[in-house]
């Protein structure tokens, strides 16, 4: 198993930034076998979205057309650690945000954290 622990939400103006971080622990073993990390977000009424994704290999990125050129998700792999820099944030973004780590060449997101609350006013 693996635990996920997010960390750095906040509440910010429209404009400002805020940066996530997620720390994973849990066996050696499964932490191996995971292949993708990931943000994730939810806002009232909402459905989940994916944010941004990179892989714990090569380290290709993908993001949201919604966040493009604003976020940037990386990872340190020897600290198990996942981050999502956000900068020029607006109230559209404001969601609960969730790390979230996959296995499999299917990409099952397998383990999730219990999220961090971004609030952004106008």
């Known amino acids: 198993q693996v635990q996920l622990v997010e960390s750095g939400g906040g509440s910010v103006q429209a404009g400002g930034s805020l940066r996530l971080s997620c720390t994973g622990s849990?066996?050696?073993?499964?932490?191996?076998?995971?292949?993708?990390m990931g943000w994730f977000r939810q806002a009232p009424g909402k459905e989940r979205e994916e944010v941004a994704t990179i892989s714990t290999g090569a380290g290709s990125t993908n993001y949201a057309d919604s966040v493009k050129g604003r976020f940037t998700i990386s990872r340190i792999n020897a600290k198990n650690t996942l981050y999502l820099q956000m900068n020029s944030l607006k109230p559209e973004d404001t969601a609960m945000y969730y790390c979230?780590?996959?296995?499999?060449?299917?990409?099952?997101?397998?383990?999730w954290g219990q999220g961090t609350q971004v609030t952004v006013s106008s």
């Open positions: 849990g066996s050696t073993y499964s932490i191996y076998y995971i292949n993708y």
């Open positions: 979230a780590a996959a296995t499999g060449v299917s990409r099952i997101w397998r383990y």
